[in-house]
């Protein structure tokens, strides 16, 4: 059977061999707290990529050390990180996978010890610490990091870079107006609110021409906050900057109750993708080999971006193929298994 999963895909010179990627997951395992690649991360990495997972993605990567989500994240705030991610990025690529970074802010979200950042002093929920509202200087600061934080990861040898721009972190909390309540150049309308990614775009384009991508959270899931349709404009925005694919996931940016179920966010990426003809990446949920299949086949993504089924099952691709009747490479070791 001939398949789209398992075709190949070309985007901005860079061939992934199948449309299967690795979204960026948390460890919390860097137990240094000095944001450097330990033995888990080299291990977890590379084992989805001997599975045969197309485009792996590293976690959430903290461009500042106040920027982590937590003090176990990694890093990429210093040149003393790029030896480590040079090296979990050779791990990755000797086994035919391509390699990404999420470079990340986690602005009022961030659980590090100090002064915590964000758009507006605005807490996240009743329990969390108030946020400093941040200065101009603060902004410009941030948005050389995010571009600091680019030229490691192409020093380091990495295929993609991913901004994080989803689930409540510090660039999505500059475009959702539940949490952006700036009335300068920053806040107050939505050309405005996006100002702040279009400038870490622009950094970050000024130091990178590989392909870029852009995670965003497509629905807030309150009545106030953003939508799908909302995101269209942003992202034909993106897409005049430089952005090579939108990953569309959903929600975080404010507590709120999300009604799951198999799929539930691929009608966001689909609608983008078809509105403001761009790539996009389909994630949520989304677990077998036919459902994959249809997304890609169907057009409705360009890539599936694959989670927790990936935490249960570093092998999934294989068990996609079988289900969808196609014979994949395999590593000459595990040769036998395809074997009856």
Not at 84 to 102: D, F, S, T, Y
Not at 295 to 319: M, S
Request: glycine residues 10%.
């Amino acid at each position: 059977m001939n398949t789209v999963l398992f075709s190949p895909y070309t985007i901005r010179g860079l061939t992934l061999k199948n449309r299967i990627v690795m979204s960026p997951m948390c460890m919390y395992s860097c137990d240094t707290k000095d944001g450097a690649v330990r033995t888990w991360h080299k291990i977890h990495y590379s084992a989805r990529a001997v599975g045969q997972v197309g485009l792996i993605i590293v976690e959430a990567t903290g461009v500042t050390p106040q920027g982590r989500i937590s003090e176990r994240d990694l890093g990429i705030w210093s040149d003393d990180h790029i030896a480590g991610l040079r090296e979990l990025v050779g791990l990755v690529k000797e086994h035919g996978a391509a390699i990404g970074i999420q470079l990340a802010h986690a602005g009022r979200k961030s659980q590090v010890p100090g002064e915590i950042i964000a758009p507006s002093a605005v807490p996240f929920d009743d329990s969390s610490p108030t946020p400093k509202e941040m200065t101009k200087a603060d902004i410009e600061e941030t948005v050389q990091a995010f571009q600091n934080g680019a030229r490691r990861a192409k020093e380091a040898g990495f295929d993609v870079i991913e901004i994080h721009a989803a689930h409540g972190y510090l660039i999505n909390e500059f475009l959702s107006p539940l949490s952006n309540r700036r009335q300068d150049e920053y806040g107050g309308s939505p050309e405005n609110r996006y100002r702040f990614l279009g400038d870490v775009i622009d950094a970050v384009r000024e130091v990178w021409d590989g392909p870029l991508f852009v995670r965003i959270s497509a629905s807030d899931y309150h009545p106030e906050g953003l939508t799908a349709k909302d995101y269209v404009p942003y992202a034909k925005r993106m897409k005049e900057q430089g952005v090579d694919l939108v990953d569309v996931s959903s929600g975080a940016v404010v507590p709120a109750r999300i009604d799951v179920y198999p799929g539930y966010q691929v009608p966001f990426a689909e609608l983008i993708r078809r509105e403001a003809d761009v790539p996009t990446g389909a994630v949520g949920l989304i677990t077998s080999g036919w459902q994959a299949e249809e997304i890609v086949h169907n057009g409705r993504a360009d890539l599936v971006f694959l989670g927790r089924e990936l935490l249960r099952n570093p092998y999934w691709p294989y068990a996609a193929a079988q289900e969808l009747g196609v014979k994949i490479d395999a590593p000459v070791q595990y040769e036998r298994g395809w074997r009856f």
